[in-house]
């Protein structure tokens, strides 16, 4: 099968999961992860995951966020 290019054929339009680099397709979990250090995702941190691949990012951000001294 190839890719459905009806959409513009520029590929995936939705996100895709910084952790794997892999698309987030419709009726996959996710999980959003917001780091405080950056808040717009400029960093490529802040962002939505696959629910599995979040996890771990999730618990960093956690961390991070409660650390004022994080990302300095
Ligand atoms: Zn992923």
New binding site residues.
């Given amino acids: 099968m190839l890719l459905d290019e009806t959409n513009g054929g520029g590929g995936h339009q939705g996100p895709w999961?910084p952790?794997?680099k892999?698309p987030i397709l419709e009726g996959q979990k996710t999980l959003q992860v917001i780091f405080n250090d950056d808040p717009h995702g400029f960093r490529g941190s802040t962002g939505v995951?696959?629910a599995q691949?979040g996890k771990v990012f999730a618990s960093l951000a956690r961390v991070m966020n409660l650390n004022p001294w994080a990302g300095r």
């Fill in positions: 999961c952790s794997c892999q995951y696959h691949c």
